[in-house]
C-alpha cells in the first residue's frame, strides 16, 4: 500500500495511502514565502529637501531601513522545510487480516516549489507548475512487501520486497477539488510490476482545521497481481493453496479522509487514512484473508 498525505507537489489533497506512499503522495503543500518593502527611496528624496541636520538624520534612517530591508529579504527563502515523528499503520501484507504498525519520518521539504522530499517521496521534480497544477517526477520508497514468515499460510509463496520506485504525477487544482494521478514502476527488481492511482478529492477549511475527503482507484499490471495475488503451480505445491491466475486490472477503490490542524506558527498535525476495498483478481485469490483494507499515517511536524 501507499501513503501519501501530501503529492510532491504539495498540494492539500490526494492523501492515497497505498505504498506504491499519494498515501502520493498522493496527496499536496503550499509555499508561503513572505517578503519585505524598503523605504528608502522614499527617505532619500525627503533628505534632499530637507536641512543638513535633517539630511544626516535621513540618511542614518534610509541605511537602518536598507538594513531591515536586508534582514527581511534574508528571511525571504524559497526553502520550505518542515520536519516531525510519524506512525503508519498498514495491512501486513495486500490482503491480510493483520495489521503493522511502524514509525515514519514526517519530512516535508521543497525548494521553490520545484525540487522536494515528501514522506515516502525521497526526492522529486515539479517539472511543470502553475498556481493549480504540478506534473513531475520521483524516486518513491514502497513499504509494500510479503514475508512467509508474516502468516503460515504463506510458506511456500516466497518473499516480496519493497524498495524504490519510479513515479510519475499530476495533479489540478479547482477551487476546493483536487484530482490527481499517479504512476508507480517498480525500479529494484521486486516484480512488483506497475501500479496507477488516480484520486479525487473536495477539502474545505474551517478555523485552524483543513478536512479533505474523496474517492479513487488503483489499477495494477499482470506483473503486480501475480506477485502478490498469483499462485504458480510450483507455489501451489510447496504452500497448498489451489494455483490461482491473475491480469491486469482494478485492486481495489477506495475512500480518502485526511484532517489536518495548525496548532501554532510553526506546528501542525495530520491524520491521514485510506478505506479500500480489494476488487477482481486480489479480491479473490486464495491469498487474500480479508477484502476491506485500512491504511492510515499520522504525523506532527515541526515547520522552519
Known sequence: MTAHITSGSGKPASASLRTPFRVGKATHMSLLLAAALG?????AAYADDASPDATTDASTSTSTSNADTSTGAATDSKWKIG???GVVITPKYPGSRQLT???FPALDISYDDRIFSQGPDVLGVNVLRGPAYHVGVAVTFDFQTRKESDDP???GLGNV?????LKLFADYTWWAFTGSVALYQDIDGNHQGTTVMTDFVASAPVGGWLFSVGPGFTWANATYTRTFFGVSGQQSAASGLPTYNTSAGIRD??????VTY????HWNGSVSATFGRLEHDAANSPITEKRFELN??????YKF
Open 161 to 165: 520486497d519493497g524498495g524504490p520506485k
Open 83 to 85: 520536519v516531525g515523528p
Open 101 to 103: 504498525v511502524f514509525p
Open 39 to 43: 523605504l528608502c527611496t522614499a527617505r
Open 253 to 258: 477503490i477506495h475512500m480518502n479522509a485526511i
Open 153 to 155: 499460510r504463506l510458506h
Open 262 to 265: 495548525d496548532f501554532s506558527k
Open 296 to 301: 492510515t499515517l499520522a504525523s506532527v511536524n
